[in-house]
């Protein structure tokens, strides 16, 4: 298996209008030959888990810069494991509190990934978990 196989959805959910970092993160993604599909800005909960779904993708990237992380990773994992794809993991990115990391790992969040990051360091966790879940299939 290759990289250029991974599917990764990039998703902006909640109102959180800064969108720089995620399109950095699809760009990067993209360069390291996976494929990404951006959702842009607005998405609920529900849309990211169905664009999930739809989109058959290994791996969920989430850029949250609201401080809304609290409510809308939960939710979304919720979602992607009420429609049967908890075997994707999600990966968080964004303005995320120290103090919040335990939250959103117990909620399910595989990776939490804050500015600072290098576009190395995320590509390669990225395409360690979604080899990961290719390999469970």
């Known amino acids: 298996m290759t990289e250029s196989h991974l599917r990764v959805?990039?998703?902006?959910?909640?109102?959180?209008?800064?969108?720089?970092?995620?399109?950095?993160?699809?760009?990067?993604?993209?360069?390291?030959?996976?494929?990404?599909?951006?959702?842009?800005?607005?998405?609920?909960?529900?849309?990211?888990?169905?664009?999930?779904?739809?989109?058959?993708?290994?791996?969920?990237?989430?850029?949250?810069?609201?401080?809304?992380?609290?409510?809308?990773?939960?939710e979304i994992i919720r979602i992607l494991k009420e429609k049967g794809a908890e075997d994707i993991p999600v990966v968080l990115g964004g303005i995320i509190p120290q103090d919040d990391f335990e939250a959103m790992r117990t909620a399910g969040v595989a990776e939490i990934l804050t500015p600072g990051t290098s576009l190395t360091d995320l590509v390669d966790k990225v395409?360690?978990?979604g080899e990961a879940k290719r390999k469970a299939e």
């Open 9 to 74: 959805l990039v998703a902006k959910p909640g109102l959180d209008g800064h969108d720089r970092g995620a399109k950095v993160v699809a760009r990067a993604l993209r360069d390291a030959g996976m494929e990404v599909i951006y959702t842009g800005l607005h998405q609920t909960p529900e849309m990211v888990a169905n664009a999930a779904i739809q989109e058959d993708v290994d791996v969920v990237g989430l850029s949250i810069m609201s401080g809304a992380h609290g409510h809308l990773v939960p």
């Open 127 to 129: 395409r360690r978990l």
